[in-house]
């Protein structure tokens, strides 16, 4: 009887227990949904596009951010380029409200460029790796190389690629693979001259040209401008870069033929002796404001800064052997390097968006760029003169084969320095330059 009256008490407090237990716990609640606005990264080297309001965003969504990475030379190219191009990633992201974009400007070149980033960052923080970046055009093989950007052939649509100026399609194209677009053209070498000293036809030919009397022509003798120009000449004469192994070569012969003509003009006294003093197109440009040349040599880049001071200065080809050089161009593309493969459809149609002949041609006038695209320059004023010519020189313009620091550039470089400075005959510079490219 005893046993089974502690049973019952024994049971009891189990029963006072359980029942204490369940009224101390708590009932299940839903989680109200809560607002965050849109995050603002900080310390960023460039400027942000975010909302320009808090938007109200619940924490079971998520958005996806687009980052563009560019140097400063692009982004900043002037006030009015710049916000030309942060008004057209405003008006995309506009219409793209579950996206947000973010630009980022790095250095075109050196350990703390674009490519050096993008390597290192890959195997160390992939996550804050671009999604588009812009890059010099001689910088693509390279990324492509270390598979840094991902092909566009077959996401560019047709109509994208068929107005395109020959030289930017073969600037964007690695092997036979499209791995960028092309957005921008640069140098395009040509002359500019003060109509109010030179009131003639301007000849097309060489001899001719270096035959004008009382007119004169300056360059940078001890830059790259030079080079470029006396590798146009080369070429022009009918010289090769490539011998039968495949292998980057210079022809005697034609090298000679295109140092003479730069040693006619000397000796005529057409080419300025201190020509072989300047390095940039900055000094030989001044010298040309000065009046102590009617012709220099420029670029389109230059050209379309400096054509706003004023003076009377009109734009022509280099003359040649039979008719003008062939313009030797650069670049800059826009390459897809997103990592996250479901953002690279993203991208490509943000770049899409961006090469668009409207937003190209308005941003690439107010930057002072050529537009890679011909469609482009309808969003150029109407009246501007200089369009026809230079869409002309681009229609005819070849992908620039080397970069400043090649070892040809280099030679080319020295060779003509030497011949404009008087220090070596045509057929010497020649040899000398071929020498130093095969130690």
């Not at 960052?121 to 588009?132: E, H």
């Not at 991208?347 to 941003?363: A, M, P, S």
């Not at 070892?407 to 030497?418: H, I, N, Q, T, Y």
Request: glycine share 6%.
């Amino acid at each position: 009887m005893r046993s089974l009256i502690l049973l019952l008490l024994v049971l009891g407090v189990l029963v006072l227990a359980a029942c204490s237990l369940l009224e101390s716990e708590e009932p299940d609640t839903a989680v109200a949904p809560t607002s965050l606005p849109a995050a603002t990264p900080t310390n960023t080297p460039g400027p942000v596009l975010t909302p320009d309001t808090a938007v109200a965003t619940p924490i079971t969504q998520t958005r996806t951010t687009l980052t563009i990475w560019l140097p400063p030379e692009i982004w900043a190219a002037s006030e009015l380029g710049q916000a030309t191009l942060n008004a057209q990633l405003n008006a995309y992201r506009a219409g793209h409200p579950d996206l947000d974009i973010r630009v980022e400007t790095k250095a075109a070149t050196g350990q703390g460029g674009i490519l050096s980033y993008l390597l290192t960052g890959r195997a160390i923080a992939p996550t804050i790796l671009p999604d588009l970046v812009a890059l010099p055009a001689d910088q693509l093989a390279a990324a492509t190389t270390d598979a840094l950007v991902f092909p566009l052939s077959g996401a560019i649509a047709p109509t994208y690629l068929e107005d395109l100026y020959p030289a930017g399609l073969e600037l964007a194209t690695v092997g036979a693979e499209l791995m960028a677009y092309p957005f921008v053209l640069t140098q395009a070498p040509h002359l500019a001259y003060d109509s109010t000293l030179m009131t003639a036809t301007v000849p097309l030919t060489w001899t001719a040209f270096i035959a004008l009397p009382n007119q004169h022509l300056v360059f940078p003798a001890d830059g790259t401008p030079g080079a470029t120009l006396l590798l146009e000449m080369y070429l022009d004469n009918g010289g090769q870069l490539v011998n039968e192994a495949g292998q980057v070569e210079l022809q005697i012969e034609p090298l000679a033929a295109a140092l003479q003509e730069l040693s006619d003009g000397r000796a005529a006294g057409f080419i300025l002796p201190q020509s072989s003093n300047m390095q940039t197109q900055e000094d030989s440009w001044q010298a040309f404001q000065l009046g102590q040349s009617s012709f220099v040599q420029t670029s389109a880049t230059q050209f379309l800064r400096q054509r706003q001071t004023g003076q009377n200065v009109r734009a022509t080809t280099i003359p040649g052997r039979e008719e003008p050089l062939t313009p030797l161009v650069g670049g800059w593309v826009w390459a897809v390097s997103a990592q996250d493969a479901a953002k690279r459809p993203l991208t490509t149609d943000l770049l899409t968006f961006l090469i668009d002949n409207e937003n190209l041609g308005e941003w690439s006038n107010r930057s002072n760029f050529l537009p890679a695209r011909q469609g482009a320059f309808f969003y150029w004023p109407v009246d501007d003169n200089y369009v026809p010519f230079i869409s002309d020189q681009l229609l005819r313009a070849d992908a620039h084969p080397f970069s400043a620091s090649h070892p040809v550039m280099v030679a080319l470089g020295d060779a003509v320095f030497d011949v404009i400075s008087l220090a070596k005959s045509p057929q010497l510079a020649a040899e000398d330059a071929i020498a130093a490219l095969n130690p």
